[in-house]
């Protein structure tokens, strides 16, 4: 799936994660509409087949990293699968929720591909062609 505008990483969790996931697909959804290219989610844990197939339809393609050894957060793991995608995909922008997980994970692979990153964010714009 070359080409995607704006990867979103999700969580499997319940309750806040769950609105966090709806955060960033609105987010996601505005972005890659208002670049012309594919929304993707990241989804890693262990047993996530069903909160993936739920989130499908709302993303063009999710990507899913499903093992014991995800059952619980692993910073390591979890930025190598990030990495690895964002390196693939070549996405304008990667989303976090205002999680646990999302605020330990965002820094790491801001520093890991060497660009910004901004965290506490609670709206999306677009001016011109930049994010605010």
């Given at each position: 799936m070359a080409g995607a505008a704006v990867i979103i990483i999700c969580e499997a969790g319940?309750?806040?994660?769950?609105?966090?996931n709806a955060r960033l697909i609105?987010?996601?959804?505005?972005?890659?509409?208002?670049w012309g290219g594919r929304l993707a989610c990241l989804l890693v844990g262990h047993r996530?087949?069903?909160?993936?197939?739920?989130?499908?339809r709302y993303v063009d393609?999710?990507?899913?990293?499903?093992?014991p050894?995800?059952?619980h957060y692993s910073p390591d793991a979890?930025?190598?699968?990030a990495h690895k995608l964002v390196q693939d995909l070549q996405p304008r922008a990667v989303l976090f929720g205002h999680t646990y997980i999302g605020m330990d994970l965002a820094?790491?692979?801001?520093?890991?591909l060497n660009v910004g990153a901004a965290?506490?964010?609670?709206?999306?714009?677009i001016e011109n062609d930049a994010v605010t």
């Open positions: 319940t309750g806040q994660t769950e609105s966090a609105a987010a996601g959804v505005q972005l890659s509409e208002h996530i087949g069903a909160k993936a197939h739920e989130l499908s393609e999710v990507f899913v990293a499903d093992a050894l995800h059952a979890r930025l190598k699968i820094p790491r692979l801001a520093s890991r965290s506490n964010c609670f709206e999306v714009k």
